[in-house]
């Protein structure tokens, strides 16, 4: 038996996004806060952030997002 596939249903790939437009999940957000926080003061302070998840969790994308928000930074 074979079916259709329904042109209705989304299928995300699990390629890792480039920039802010291929964001449809709303990671953004969450690497400004990460950008935001790696260049509060004091400037000279060491900082350490660990992105822990399995295979396909976002990780990649999130620092591509987090680039992209440094890149733009003022």
């Known amino acids: 038996m074979t079916s259709a596939i329904d042109p209705d ?6 390629a890792p996004i480039g920039s ?3 964001d449809v ?8 806060r ?3 926080l ?4 004091p400037v000279g302070a ?3 952030v660990g992105l822990t998840g399995g295979p396909g969790t976002g ?3 999130l620092l591509a ?4 928000h440094l890149t733009t930074r003022p």
């Open 34 to 36: 990460l950008v935001e």
């Open 9 to 14: 249903v989304l299928l995300l790939s699990d």
């Open 65 to 68: 997002l987090a680039r992209e």
């Open 59 to 61: 990780r990649t994308s």
């Open 20 to 22: 802010v437009a291929g």
């Open 25 to 32: 999940l709303g990671h953004a957000r969450v690497a400004q």
């Open 38 to 41: 790696a260049c509060a003061g």
């Open 46 to 48: 060491s900082r350490t």
